[in-house]
Antibody
């Protein structure tokens, strides 16, 4: 079964750090772009960052640049999001998701995890 | 960043109704647009990619159309399990933005 399972969320104080993980199974992880998306409870979706299958390319939304770093370990079928200098506005449910295709440009996210909640509060 | 504006933000409909949701992009995005369905407490589910291609396993009552800046998701004969929030997303350029969502409620 194709599956993504996130972990690592929790309560952290403003200015603190957290590392999210996403473990993949059921597909050849190293061939897919992987993405982090977040959602404030009751609100819409926001794309956060993504990384190419071999880790050679990474992109992120401006609001997290310089604070969040996306990485992966293909030997462990794992995706990570290192979050530093956390702010109140980073509070959200964080999903990892897989690109639908392995070649060409992105066109959709076809597999999503259940999400891990990050709460930034003093 | 490309902004996606969905309309309406919410609607009430009955089982059997035909529902149309619109997504307008702030600039031309070709056809690299996807639609997702999200139910409470669940992650989004892919319905449509490339503006009009139906994801495998998705019922044929869902369809997508459009290109350029204007896109539409249509649900023919709304079923009880279709009451949810729907989002569009563009893949034309970074950041990969989402629309604000359309909540489809039971009338």
């Amino acid at each position: 079964e194709v599956q993504l399972v996130e972990s690592g969320g929790g309560l952290v104080q403003p200015g603190g750090s957290l590392r999210l993980s996403c473990v993949a199974s059921g597909f050849t992880f190293s061939t897919y772009w992987m993405t982090w998306i977040r959602q404030v409870p009751g609100k819409g979706l926001e794309w956060v960052a993504n990384i190419k299958g071999d880790g050679s390319e990474k992109f992120s939304v401006d609001s997290v640049k310089g604070r969040f770093t996306v990485s992966r370990d293909n030997a462990k079928n794992s995706l990570f999001l290192q979050m530093n200098s956390l702010r109140d506005e980073d509070t959200a449910l964080y999903y990892c998701a897989r690109d639908r295709i392995t070649v060409s440009w992105h066109d959709a996210f076809d597999i999503w995890g259940q999400g891990t909640m990050v709460t930034v509060s003093s | 960043a490309i902004q996606l504006t969905q309309s309406p933000s919410s609607l009430s409909a009955s089982v059997g109704d035909r529902v149309t949701i619109t997504c307008r992009a702030s600039q031309v995005i070709s056809s690299v647009l996807a639609w997702y369905q999200q139910k409470p407490g669940k992650p989004p589910k892919l319905l449509i990619y490339d503006a009009s291609s139906l994801e495998s396993g998705v019922p044929s009552r869902f369809s997508g159309s459009g290109s350029g800046t204007d896109f539409t998701l249509t649900i023919n004969s709304l079923q009880p399990e279709d009451f949810a929030t729907y989002y569009c997303q563009q893949f034309n350029s970074y950041p990969l933005t989402f629309g604000g969502g359309t909540n489809v409620e039971i009338k």
